[in-house]
């Protein structure tokens, strides 16, 4: 199975210099592509290949296009074969319609080729921006590494690449484990074990008070710079920005370690099934009084985290109809109601008698499912 090895680069000033030229030529090139399918499309004409579109860039190179030589020829390949591949996935179904990457909002990032891709014990060789300091032995030598990327995540240059590795064998039991997320807890599973929601913890809130007090401070600055129509971006508005994306950047580092240590805990059980139902994020993201604490809650990257690593240890994976009733049956007699309000955080079943949590109800119930 391969997966992703994410490890901090330690540039120099002109290095980080040259890994910004990346960025930009990567986003102009991926810009490029969908301005050329769009304007094909518009015109009549059938989805143009990225093997046409790069011949037209090697031509462009040599006159228009002669900045692009100062970077890595893989850089701008790359490029186009994403805007292809995005405009593949949108009319497939699979996505949304590529939209134009923003030099402001657009996550800095770019590809380096596999092959050009060399690792000593404590440093790194990108292509046209040469060696980089990592951390000792962070990633393996000798060994082939998939789709490599450079990128900043608001604070720090870092490299992620995949890599080969063996599934481990488990000996598991025959336990199957219901798991039900929600917004009260992150998940409530049926062995009954339970994960907090980390957006009400003590630290998590100070930083989200934190962040609003500087978002309004920031706006303030804007209204009070304001040249007629036009909004003036001063020093200390750049400075309060950097403060926003990094409080930002920090929120979402602790609630993606958070998912990671739930699904671990899980997964270390070691149960012979995993069951969870299929949510309707964009359905739940819809009501305004729920969407930002659905948002916050990160549920499917909890669910991906699960799947990936259910898979890497041999565990199956089973994910429930969005319409299985497992919040309605009774876990008792299987009773089911006809209607449950959301308000309803007890389970009282009026066949049985049955007093339940209403979350661990509907875990007991999943962990049941057979299909």
Known sequence: MILGKKVSLYPTEKQEQKLWQSVGTARFIYNWTLAKQEGNYKNGGKFISDNDLRKEITILKQDDLNWLNGVSNNVAKQAVKDGCEAYKKFFKGLSDRPRFKSRRKAKPSFYNDTSKLKVKESSVLIEKVGWMDIKKDSIPMNCKYTNPRIGLDGKYWFISVGLEKEN????????????????????????????????????????????????????????????????????????????????????????????????????????????????????????????????EQCLYEFKRQRQYKCEFYGIEFVEVDKWYPSSKTCSGCGNVKAKLSLSERTYICENCGCIIDRDYNASINLSRYSE
């Open 168 to 295: 481990p064998t488990l000996e598991l039991t025959k336990e199957s484990i219901g798991i039900d997320v929600g917004i009260k807890d992150l998940a409530i599973c049926s062995n009954g074990m339970t994960y907090k929601n980390i957006n009400k913890t003590k630290a998590v809130k100070k930083l989200k008070k934190t962040l609003k007090r500087k978002q309004r401070q920031c706006s303030n600055k804007y209204e009070k710079n304001k040249k007629g129509k036009e909004f003036v971006k001063t020093k200390n508005i750049a400075k309060l920005e950097k403060q926003v994306r990094l409080l930002h950047r920090r929120l979402a580092n602790i609630r993606v370690n958070h998912l990671h240590q739930a699904t671990k805990k899980i997964v270390k059980t070691k149960p012979s099934r995993v069951v969870m139902e299929t949510l309707n994020i964009k359905g739940m993201m819809k009501n305004k009084h729920l969407s930002k604490a659905v948002a």
